[in-house]
Every structure is written in structure tokens, then in C-alpha cells.
């Protein structure tokens, strides 16, 4: 069973730019998150969506928005990059939603580097 | 919501037995206690999740007291590939936002 399957690996963009990371879940999981993890502050949590509806939100400016679709892959997207944003952003995939004996799985990454 | 704490860094020697607190005075009734592993550059890894008393898988242990307010993962016999962070996670991510929340985790470093 292939796990979870982040594109790209790698990212390099400007300040001001736009990017978008794409997320493919472990085949029949339903909910996708995403994470930031930066050095300094760990792995925060950025938004969570299930049935291509976002559910939860973290504490992050609305230059981060994300979506899911049908086929419950999802896609972030940042806007006016700062310097800030460079991070490794991670996603998650399970297999439902509002279960607390939930299992997360997590894929490799995009590495954002923002110049 | 609960909210977890974990001390910051662990040192411990090849062949050693460590164990990683984790405290969570607010857990929920219905709320599971589930340990990750991190290795840098890669996503977390699930280790090991359990509700009360104890939990045993090929890799780790985890104990939970009868109050559910903290719990401990045991490492046997760690070796060098064993440093990593370790994450403690309550609830699930049915819990709301504060669910889904990692922390810094436990820097646990093995030295030969």
C-alpha cells in the first residue's frame, strides 16, 4: 500500500511569490492535515480537512488556504511568500474523522526555502 | 483540550533502557495517548498508542497510570538510530484544532 505522497520535495521561491504543495493520502483515508515545521516553533498545525471541508484551522495568517477534493487528495497554497514562510511542510492522512484513536500518516514533505 | 508536556531533550547511551514523560492533566475520557517518531528531514512516524495501563509492540512500551494524566514510552536497549524527537499526541483529530497539536516533542539523543 503506497503511503503518503508529497509533491514537490523541494520548493526554492521569492519573496511575493505564490506556491502550491500537493498532497495524496494513503489510498481509502478520508481526512488530510498539514503541518508547518520550522527550527524554532516545531510542528504546528495548519488545517485539517475531511470529506473536502475544512474542519479545523490553526493559527496562521489567510495567506494560507488549502482545499481537498472529491478524491480526498489536497493542496495547500501560500500567498505572498515571506521569509518566514521556509519551512518543511508536512501532511498527514487517516483514515476518518472524530475518532480519538486516530493514527496519523505522514508523508516526507515539501522543503519551502523562500529567498 | 488537552495539552501535552514533554521535557525538551533526553541523553542516554547505546544498550539503555529510556523512558520519555509525557503529562497531560486535561485529558478527556475518550481521548487515546499516541507516540510519534521524527527523524530530521521526514515526516513522524506512528510508534505506539494506548488508553490505560499498558501498551507493548515490537519497538516500544507505553504505560499509563490508572489517572490517565501522563504517560511514559520506554525505549529497551536504544541504539544510535533511536535519536530522534519523540511526540507525545492526546485525543485524536476529532479533538478540534488543540488535537491535532504536536508540541516541540522530546529531542532524545543516544551516544555510543
Known amino acids: 500500500k503506497a503511503g503518503v505522497t508529497q509533491t514537490p520535495r523541494y520548493l526554492i521561491k521569492t519573496r511575493g511569490q505564490q506556491v502550491t504543495l500537493s498532497c495524496s493520502p494513503i489510498s481509502g483515508h478520508r481526512s488530510v492535515s498539514w503541518y508547518q515545521q520550522t527550527p524554532g516553533q516545531g510542528l504546528q498545525f495548519l488545517f485539517e480537512?475531511?470529506?473536502?471541508?475544512?474542519?479545523n484551522k490553526g493559527n496562521f495568517p489567510g495567506r494560507f488556504s488549502g482545499r481537498q477534493f472529491s478524491n480526498s487528495r489536497s493542496e495547500m497554497n501560500v500567498s505572498t511568500l515571506e521569509l518566514g514562510d521556509s519551512a518543511l511542510y508536512l501532511c498527514?492522512?487517516?483514515?476518518?474523522?472524530?475518532?480519538?484513536?486516530?493514527?496519523?500518516?505522514f508523508g516526507s514533505g515539501t522543503q519551502l526555502s523562500v529567498l | 483540550l488537552a495539552k501535552t508536556t514533554q521535557p525538551i531533550s533526553m541523553d542516554s547511551y547505546e544498550g539503555q533502557e529510556v523512558n520519555i514523560t509525557c503529562s497531560h492533566n486535561n485529558i478527556a475520557t475518550n481521548d487515546y495517548i499516541t507516540w510519534y517518531q521524527q527523524f530530521p528531514s521526514q515526516g513522524p512516524r506512528f510508534i505506539i498508542q494506548g488508553y490505560k495501563t499498558k501498551v507493548t509492540n515490537e519497538v516500544a512500551s507505553l504505560f499509563i497510570p490508572a489517572d490517565r494524566k501522563s504517560s511514559t514510552l520506554s525505549l529497551p536497549r536504544v541504539s544510535l538510530s533511536d535519536t530522534a524527537v519523540y511526540y507525545c499526541?492526546?485525543?485524536?483529530?476529532?479533538?478540534?484544532?488543540?488535537?491535532?497539536?504536536f508540541g516541540k516533542g522530546t529531542h532524545l539523543i543516544i551516544q555510543p
Open positions: 480537512y475531511f470529506s473536502e471541508t475544512q474542519r
Open positions: 498527514a492522512s487517516s483514515r476518518g474523522y472524530r475518532t480519538t484513536n486516530e493514527k496519523l500518516f
Open positions: 499526541l492526546v485525543g485524536g483529530i476529532g479533538g478540534g484544532a488543540d488535537g491535532l497539536t
